[in-house]
């Protein structure tokens, strides 16, 4: 009991001690952002320190390596995917210890869900189960303590209070700590403390769930009404003729060898089509999983297997013109973070595809099939927690831009506007570029104000390592001009009048400025 009780009063002074960390550096100091990747890293160090079982426990390591990824990558470019990503790898791996096997991440999924849910109110239940240790000890052995604790507490009131006259930080902590009248900052700050501690709390003391819903199995004969050797053959057959069809008139319109009907342009048809066809190949997955299970008497069949290797084949060319309707679209009306989103989600979908078909040909488990489609998915997360695809749009749109001597669309000033920050390298290199005077008014005019925000940002201690990175790459540009203080109300991102572009920019000679509300982004 004493063993476990000492481990219990190890593992509140560690999160106690991560929550004086959060109050005396980030909330001190007033830094939100990047800074959270920092204290994440914190979090993670702490919850090695006081459980030695992670320690001990390589595939923990690894996951907190993981999650010291995604920490870095908050610090980089904070967002809700970096800081998603990092629980997830920190849920697993601080309950890693806990388990004998790693089994799938269908189980994982669950125990990550009930993990987040009990971190909620762990403290309060592990709260009382420490009173009731506390109590177990006696109050004797309390008393006892008492008297070892009178001369140090007494000498560190007495340093305390010498170092509050010589400091007046800590002069200020003392009094917001010892005011009976607490105000809203005070509440503020142990509110923030607490959820800290509770964030702290939740990887040293993790709770696996008792009871799960077991991975399905996915293999041999399962009788389904309708479904029988016969009736998959003529289905496969039927199917891979409808999408020969589809995928045939795709390959002649979308490659140009024939004309589209009349009344309908190239953007028109690869937009209305792009996701209804992955909605097809996920269908198509769902057909093969559910009728054609390894070790089934219809997979056994050499004639079926050959149909659902050509049908499969047909869903991945499928799910190839579906990009390629999306590039299209991209093509006449500009790139988004979205519409990278989008291509990356069609190339998920065709690689899972291909390892529907890979474990019906080499009978592999629902688990294999489960582990290998999270891990082809984690990959692709993480490494968007490191990319700011806005500015991967920004840089494209600008480079194809057709009015910059690209082959793409018109620039898209509005979808720059609303990228902000993330196009500001961009509109800077553009600023330095031969371009219509318009354009390069637009490019300074939103350089400006997405140089003002991410200064206003690092002044009030909304920081990231991107951030810096940007402003300092725009402030050394001698080529650019000096940011000016913000003289113009919001500009219609239309606009290509010359004057009034000049006279929100503050420039002689311009005409009075309007104040114009920007469209909505399309």
Known sequence: MGTLSASFDRKIATAIAVAFVWDATLFQLRLTGGALGALELVLLAAALLARPALRQDSRAVACFGLAGLMALAMMIMPGRLAWTMFWVFAGVGTMLPAT????????????????????????????????????????????????????????????LGLFAMANPVIETWLNEALSLSPDGKLIARLLMGGIWFTLAWSLLRPRLPRHLIDTFDGSGDLPLAGVSPGSVRLSLIAFNMLFALQNAMDLAWLWGLAPLPDGMTLAEYAHRGAYPLIVTALLAAGFVLVALRPGSQTAAMP????????????????????????????????????????????????????????????????????????????????????????????????????????????????????????????????????????????????????????????????????????????????????????????????????????????????????????????
Not at 314 to 325: E, H, K, P, S, T
Request: charged share 20%.
């Open 100 to 159: 004998r096997r790693f089994g799938d991440a269908w189980c994982w999924s669950q125990r990550l869900l009930a993990y987040g849910l009990r971190s909620i109110v762990a403290p309060l239940l592990d709260g009382r189960r420490w009173l009731r240790i506390r109590h177990r000890l006696g109050s004797g052995q309390i008393r006892a303590i008492l008297p070892q604790l009178a001369l140090p507490a007494a000498g560190s009131a007495v340093i």
């Open 303 to 522: 004639a079926v297997r050959r149909l659902v290797v050509l049908w499969v084949a047909q869903n991945v060319l499928l799910v190839g013109n579906a990009a390629l309707r999306t590039l299209d679209y991209i093509a006449a009306y500009s790139l988004t973070s979205l519409r990278i989103a989008a291509l990356l989600w069609m190339g998920l979908v065709a690689l899972g595809l291909m390892l529907v078909l890979w474990r019906l040909m080499r009978s592999k488990s629902a688990g294999w099939l489960i582990n290998t489609n999270a891990a082809a998915a984690l990959v692709v997360l993480g490494g968007c927690s490191f990319v700011d695809l806005d500015a991967v749009a920004a840089r494209y749109n600008i480079a194809a831009a057709r009015e910059l001597g690209g082959s793409g669309a018109p620039l898209d000033i509005c979808y720059l506007q609303a990228a902000g920050p993330s196009a500001m390298v961009a509109l800077a290199d553009l600023e330095r570029r031969p371009a219509p005077e318009p354009i390069r008014l637009w490019a300074r005019l939103l350089r400006e104000d997405a140089q003002a925000r991410l200064s206003s940002d690092l002044a009030r201690g909304d920081w990231s390592l991107l951030a810096m990175v940007r402003l300092d790459e725009v402030r050394d540009s001698p080529s650019l001009a000096a940011l000016a203080p913000r003289r113009h109300g919001s500009i219609n991102c239309h606009s290509r009048d010359p004057r009034v572009l000049r006279a929100a920019l503050g420039q002689e000679g311009a005409a009075p400025s309007p104040a114009l509300t920007a469209p909505a982004e399309r």
